[in-house]
């Protein structure tokens, strides 16, 4: 459960529609003088660790045993 609350944070945090706020909010350090800098770049990588959280959060399935086979669904059919 902690596990997916820090990919949902990081999710929340680096979600490329809340750049707008953030950047101006780093302005005064050396981070955010990069980042505003180099804007496409981190519209790039934000947007790709925003993927990656959300699919770290969601798609997390445990590993199969030996021997299991994956069920579809449909009663053993």
């Known amino acids: 459960m902690v596990k997916k609350s820090f990919w949902a944070v990081l999710a929340l945090l680096s979600c490329p ?14 981070a955010g003088a990069y980042w505003i800098r180099h804007q496409s770049l981190a519209i ?5 660790l925003f993927f990656f959280s959300l699919m770290m959060m969601f798609g997390k399935r445990k590993p199969m045993r030996s021997g299991e086979k994956e069920s579809c669904g449909l009663g053993g059919w």
């Open 17 to 30: 529609c809340h750049l707008a706020v953030i950047l101006p909010l780093l302005a005064g350090t050396s």
């Open 44 to 48: 790039g990588l934000f947007t790709v």
